[in-house]
């Protein structure tokens, strides 16, 4: 019995029409970096697992895809390890290489191998594959493709408003009027966790605000007293997130908060420059949103942190994101060279333009004449047209077999095709060419000069 075709959970065959609007979406991404001054470079799919690892928190860590070492990927275990069942023990031993999980910390090791060849601030952008082991769900893949636009070698929050900007840019040129770009800073975070005196359990907030939306309040409380926060504690938290007031009756309260918190009190200054610029900037589609319930969970952020969220009729997660992380390339050796970087979300935001109705007119095929063959001496004198408009940027075919009409007509239609052309032995020994209109019908007799003419 035949094993039944599929494909792993959590990837995608795509079909021309999607891959017609992924490219649409692609080029406007691409158009917009090069506009705002960042430069392509690529990266290899996988890395040395010591580049990866460590790098996302333990959660991101187990979602990293590893590749087993070639050969006989067993040879370096003993029994002791399979008895110890130490997990990290063994994966050290048949596996040495991963997946990249997303495109920053390759950046960051990218920067620091070619740190004499590049020129600070160094702005670049990646559209690339990035895998990660998640459990499938709409909006949610284990491969798909992320595109970001990064600047590492300046602290400048002018960085930051830029690439507010870039954002507001891309979902105009979209025509994604009505996303919303939530802010926040992980100095905020980090003070709230001085004043609270839980500077230890800092990784355990960010990991419970980076839930909350999706379990609740009552239940992100619950989480947070699980990992030891007081009562208080807690509920300090619980008031300062459900804080209605504006944005700057909020940075009033949060600076009397933070009055014994030096790291929060830079925080809100932060926030409050790029609020009053953007402001006196102003948007064209996005607007720019405090939220300090996000903390976007990943180990490398330090700063500024972003998220966008599609217009209030589409449910969907983020659509894009990003921040602020000073310490990446230390890791790699390289210390005291801040980055900032954003990354957009192809997949998501494909989805939320498909159900919008935002995409051009897609019809399925590049082809915009096909030329009918009525045998080979027919055929033979079709090519000299069709090689002349392929000169001229007119995507042509040549019908490849001298099939009954009615079928080569059907093959046209079936592939949106506008355009037909009949070279009969009538047209042929005219020395012309019958061009027809898929659309209305109509049918003109053309010498080549016409055609080339009719069809730019």
Known sequence: MKKKLGIPKGTRDFDSIQLYKRNYIIDVIKDNFLKFGFNPIETPSFERSSTLLGKYGDEGDRLIFKILKSGDFLKDLDNQD????NKGKIASKISDKALRYDLTVPFARYVV????????????FQIQPVWRADKPQRGR???FLQCDADVIGSQSLYQEIELIQLFDSIFDSLKLIGTRIKINNRKILVGLSEILDCKDKFKDLTTALDKKDKIGIESFGQELESKGFSKKSINTIIKLINFSGDFKKYMTLLKSTFKNSLTGLEGVSDLEFIYSTIEDLGLKSCSLNFDLSLARGIDYYTGVIFEVSAPNTVSI???AGGGRYDNLTEIFGLSNLSGIGISFGLDRIYMVLDELGLFPVVTGSSV????????KENSLFSLE?????RENNISTELYPDSLSLKKQLGYA????IPYAVFVGDDELSKKRYNLKDMNSGSQELLTLNQLVKKLS
């Open 317 to 319: 997660g983020s659509i």
């Open 368 to 375: 915009n004449v096909l030329f009918l063959n009525f045998g």
């Open 385 to 389: 047209a069709i090689s002349k408009l």
């Open 141 to 143: 893949f284990r491969e």
């Open 413 to 416: 239609n079936k592939n949106n």
């Open 113 to 124: 191998q070619n740190q004499n060849e590049i020129t600070l601030p160094f702005k670049r």
């Open 82 to 85: 399979l008895a110890a069942g």
